[in-house]
């Protein structure tokens, strides 16, 4: 059993199954899943704590962070197995994430030592004014599935770096990985309170961290639908809130792009990670006088994928992460087929063990308003819209409620630099997919993609610390 981690014990409760979606005969282990009550004496644990972390030197706080990002690296591989089998993406992408941890952790090290703030001299005579930075209290950070480690990683390092408490509520499919980097906070020597893992359901331990006063900000990594609640929860009280919610990424494919570099850059991008990735570049706008290289490009190299478990060498593209993910990509299939062209995949495929192996599909001939092209399927599926030139492409491209990433693959300086400057997402891809993005930058959208301000890189000190204005006379 995992128990929950509280005011630094560990605390035991009714247990929930970690299942492997490559294999659902093996279940990865038993976890305790937390109540209101856990949830509350979690907050209650964090505000008793928070107060002194946050006076703590900056070093004492960089040291933390080292010894966690060094904690992560010496288990790499054991921790990089965990997240293939929990979550199905392949042991590649797995212990590419699990080395992202290990970069956050050491770059908001860095920053904790750097210390944000300003002085300067009054407009009036005799005073003096400094600027500086404190954290924002207890934050209540709320994750996703489909990054078990990174996601929960870039909300907590910077947090604990600029000195707040942290309440951790994973996503209840991925609560081992969760579980593993709490025990390398506890075990690097964090104070009890500072950091509390509280595991379980989204309408209890989520809701609890939305409403409860003792949270004063909280960071949510989601679906549009969850990010409605937390919104309209954090508004009622007032809490600071930071969401990063859905995608429907535009890749644009000119007629002059590098063909096989564009079939790669929207091979990455819609299909790895299973498609599962808020980034994921679910449609693509070609133009017409590329369109069929670029489709019978696209289906040749899919033809050249290994869909099979996550955790087996060769493997490309592991299983879809669980029976309701699967079901809803099935019936968009289904929706697809009665719109579109399937040009190729979307069979449900069986493999060695029981799991959620579903052929990566590609549909063609599909309009910018069709179901296909409006909703998040969050799958192995893609669209491709034909489009005339480049100035339809850019209108298709930003005809979405949505607004995260927005990618173009072209040879011409002009329309890569006016698609930079035109397409309505918060980052822009020329030439790379639209998933896979540094630590060391700002990540968010714009529309219904994001709310708030930006995670990470140095942007992210705007959400985990308030500004202080002093005025003194000298
Ligand atoms: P989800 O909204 O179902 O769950 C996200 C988290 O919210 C989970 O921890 C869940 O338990 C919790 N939750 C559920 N109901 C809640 C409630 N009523 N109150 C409080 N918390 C609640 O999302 P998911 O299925 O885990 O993840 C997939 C979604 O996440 C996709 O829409 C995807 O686009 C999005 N996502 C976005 C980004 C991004 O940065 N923009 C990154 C990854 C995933």
């Known amino acids: 059993m995992h128990p929950n981690l509280i005011g630094g014990e560990w605390r035991t409760g009714e247990p929930f199954l970690n299942i492997n979606p490559s294999d659902l005969g093996d279940v990865i282990g038993e976890y305790a899943r937390a109540t209101v009550a856990d949830c509350r004496d979690a907050i209650a644990a964090a505000r008793g704590a928070g107060k002194a972390w946050g006076l703590t030197p900056p070093q004492a706080r960089a040291d933390l962070l080292y010894k966690v990002a060094a904690g992560i690296e010496a288990e790499a591989g054991k921790l990089a197995d965990l997240l293939a089998r929990e979550e199905g993406k392949t042991l590649r992408e797995a212990a590419g994430e699990v080395l992202r941890a290990v970069q956050l952790f050491r770059f908001y090290a860095g920053e904790a030592l750097r210390g944000p703030g300003e002085r300067y001299d009054s407009s009036r005579p005799g005073i003096e004014i400094q600027v500086t930075r404190e954290p924002v209290g207890v934050v209540g950070l709320i994750t996703p599935w489909n990054f078990p480690i990174g996601i929960p990683t870039w909300k907590i390092a910077p947090a604990l770096a600029w000195g707040n408490a942290v309440v951790l509520k994973p996503a209840d499919l991925v609560p081992g990985c969760a579980w593993e980097l709490a025990r390398i906070?506890?075990?690097?020597?964090?104070?009890?309170?500072?950091?509390?893992?509280?595991?379980?359901?989204?309408?209890?331990?989520?809701?609890?961290?939305?409403?409860?006063?003792?949270?004063?900000?909280?960071?949510?990594?989601?679906?549009?639908?969850?990010?409605?609640?937390?919104?309209?929860?954090?508004?009622?009280?007032?809490?600071?809130?930071?969401?990063?919610?859905?995608?429907?990424?535009?890749?644009?494919?000119?007629?002059?792009?590098?063909?096989?570099?564009?079939?790669?850059?929207?091979?990455?991008?819609?299909?790895?990670?299973?498609?599962?990735?808020?980034?994921?570049?679910?449609?693509?706008?070609?133009?017409?006088?590329?369109?069929?290289?670029?489709?019978?490009?696209?289906?040749?190299?899919?033809?050249?994928?290994?869909?099979?478990?996550?955790?087996?060498?060769?493997?490309?593209?592991?299983?879809?992460?669980?029976?309701?993910?699967y079901e809803q990509d099935l019936r968009y299939l289904d929706i697809g087929r009665?719109?579109?062209?399937?040009?190729?995949?979307?069979?449900?495929?069986?493999?060695?063990?029981?799991?959620?192996?579903?052929?990566?599909?590609?549909?063609?001939?599909?309009?910018?308003?069709?179901?296909?092209?409006?909703?998040?399927?969050?799958?192995?599926?893609?669209?491709?819209?034909?489009?005339?030139?480049?100035?339809?492409?850019?209108?298709?491209?930003?005809?979405?409620?949505?607004?995260?990433?927005?990618?173009?693959?072209t040879t011409s300086l002009k329309h890569a630099q006016h698609f930079r400057r035109h397409a309505e997402a918060g980052m822009v891809m020329v030439n790379c997919p639209t998933a896979g993005v540094d630590y060391t930058a700002a990540f968010g959208g714009r529309k219904a993609s994001s709310y708030g301000s930006r995670e990470q890189g140095r942007y992210a000190v705007e959400f985990y610390t308030t500004v202080k204005t002093a005025y003194q006379a000298m």
């Open 185 to 325: 906070i506890h075990e690097a020597g964090a104070p009890p309170g500072v950091f509390n893992l509280v595991m379980g359901r989204g309408s209890v331990v989520g809701a609890e961290i939305i409403d409860n006063p003792g949270v004063d900000a909280i960071s949510f990594t989601g679906s549009v639908e969850t990010g409605a609640k937390v919104l309209q929860g954090a508004a009622a009280r007032g809490a600071k809130v930071q969401m990063e919610m859905g995608g429907k990424n535009p890749l644009v494919v000119l007629a002059d792009a590098d063909i096989d570099r564009a079939v790669q850059v929207a091979l990455d991008g819609a299909y790895y990670g299973t498609g599962q990735r808020c980034t994921a570049s679910s449609r693509l706008i070609v133009e017409d006088a590329i369109h069929d290289r670029f489709v019978a490009g696209l289906a040749e190299a899919l033809a050249a994928q290994v869909v099979d478990d996550a955790r087996k060498p060769g493997t490309t593209i592991g299983p879809v992460v669980d029976q309701r993910q």
């Open 338 to 409: 009665g719109e579109a062209h399937l040009a190729w995949g979307g069979a449900p495929l069986e493999r060695a063990t029981r799991g959620f192996y579903l052929q990566p599909a590609l549909f063609t001939e599909v309009r910018n308003d069709m179901t296909i092209a409006r909703e998040e399927i969050f799958g192995p599926v893609a669209a491709v819209i034909r489009v005339k030139d480049y100035e339809e492409a850019l209108a298709v491209a930003n005809d979405t409620p949505f607004g995260l990433s927005a990618g173009i693959c």
